[in-house]
């Protein structure tokens, strides 16, 4: 997993990954007005998505997306 700054962009934290890099974006906004006690829940819950491989089933989802389109 590689090391992404904070996203600048008023997005969701997210899990992404692109030809075998899987990235981890935080909003800069969101860490800031976060609790910190709160901040290791929110990376624990984005980790639970890379250790069940979750963003490989998204792409799964768009193939489907497409065949059915």
């Keep these: 997993m590689s090391q992404?700054?904070?996203?600048?962009?008023?997005?969701?934290?997210?899990?992404?990954?692109?030809?075998?890099?899987?990235?981890?974006?935080?909003?800069?906004?969101?860490l800031k007005r976060l609790d910190v006690r709160k901040c290791p829940w929110v990376l624990a819950h984005k980790l639970a998505y890379i250790k069940r491989h979750d963003y490989l089933m998204r792409w799964l989802k768009w193939l489907v997306?497409?065949?059915?389109?």
């Design 4 to 30: 992404n700054p904070t996203a600048t962009a008023h997005v969701s934290p997210m899990v992404w990954w692109i030809g075998g890099r899987i990235q981890l974006a935080l909003p800069a906004a969101l």
């Design 65 to 69: 997306c497409l065949c059915f389109w």
